[in-house]
C-alpha cells in the first residue's frame, strides 16, 4: 500500500513537470503505464534508462505513431520484478519484446487487451504459472515467443485460435500434457519451437494442414514422447522437419 502511494506521489509529479505535460498527443494513461513499468522494474539501473526531461517518443524502446504507443522493445535491459497489470493499458501496442531480462511473476491477464499485438516476445527470463487463457483475444498476434522461462500446466484451448499465428515458441519451459484440439486452425504456422518440456503426446500435430515449410522442434527423443505418424495427415505437410533434441 505504501509503495503504491508512493508510485501515485512519484507519477503526479512526473504529469505535472513541463516536458511530460507537453505531451498532450500521448494519452496520460499510457504514459502512466510505462512510469509504472520503469518503477516495478528497477528503471534506475536499466541498461538504457529513459530521460523523464525527454519526450516520451525519444525514450529507449518506446516507438510511438500518431500520438498512440505501438512499441514497446526492451530486450536486454536488466527489468528486474513482476510485470504491472497496468502495462495492459498500453492498448494500442504492435510490438512488446521484454525478452532477456529478470522478469518474474505470472504473465498478467490484462494483456488481453492489446487487441492490435502482432509480437509478444517475452523469453528469457523467469516467468512462472500457465499461459493465460485469454490468450486468444490476440487475435492479431503472429508471432508468440514465450521460451527459457518457468511456464507450467498444460496449454490452454483457446491458443488455437490465434489463427494469424506464424511462429510460436515455447521451449524450455515446464509445459505438461498434450496439444490442444484445433491445431488445424494454425494455417499460417511456419515455426514451431516445443523441445525441452513436459508434453507427454503430439498426436494433434499431424492435423496441421499448411502451404509453408514448418519448422517443429519437439524432444523426439523424450521418454514422455508419443510417436506419431505424419502420413495420416489427408492434405499432406508441404515440408517437416524436426530439430531433434541430442541429449
Not at 498532450?24 to 503505464?33: G, K
Request: include cysteine; charge should be negative.
Amino acid at each position: 500500500m505504501i509503495k503504491s502511494k508512493i508510485l501515485a506521489v512519484f507519477v503526479f509529479l512526473l504529469l505535472c513537470a513541463g516536458p511530460l505535460a507537453a505531451q498532450e498527443e500521448v494519452s496520460e494513461r499510457e504514459i502512466i503505464a510505462l512510469l509504472e513499468l520503469q518503477y516495478r522494474t528497477g528503471g534506475e539501473n536499466w541498461v538504457h534508462a529513459w530521460d523523464l526531461n525527454s519526450h516520451v517518443s525519444t525514450w529507449h524502446g518506446v516507438t510511438v505513431k500518431n500520438g498512440k504507443i505501438v512499441g514497446l522493445e526492451l530486450p536486454d535491459n536488466n527489468l528486474v520484478g513482476n510485470i504491472p497489470l497496468t502495462l495492459g493499458n498500453l492498448k494500442n501496442l504492435e510490438v512488446l519484446n521484454l525478452s532477456n531480462n529478470q522478469l518474474k511473476g505470472r504473465i498478467p491477464i490484462e494483456l488481453r487487451k492489446f487487441d492490435h499485438l502482432k509480437v509478444m516476445n517475452l523469453s528469457n527470463n523467469l516467468i512462472k504459472g500457465t499461459i493465460p487463457t485469454t490468450i486468444n483475444r490476440l487475435q492479431k498476434l503472429e508471432i508468440l515467443d514465450l521460451s527459457n522461462n518457468n511456464i507450467g500446466g498444460d496449454l490452454p484451448n483457446s491458443l488455437v485460435e490465434l489463427t494469424n499465428l506464424n511462429s510460436l515458441v515455447l521451449a524450455n519451459n515446464k509445459i505438461i500434457g498434450e496439444l490442444p484440439n484445433g491445431m488445424e486452425n494454425l494455417t499460417k504456422l511456419t515455426k514451431l519451437m516445443l523441445a525441452n518440456n513436459q508434453f507427454t503426446n503430439f498426436t494433434n500435430l499431424k492435423k496441421l494442414s499448411v502451404q509453408q515449410t514448418v519448422l517443429i522442434d519437439i524432444d523426439v527423443n523424450s521418454r514422455n514422447y508419443a510417436p506419431i505418424n505424419f502420413s495420416d495427415n489427408p492434405d499432406g505437410l508441404a515440408e517437416l522437419k524436426f530439430d531433434e533434441d541430442k541429449n
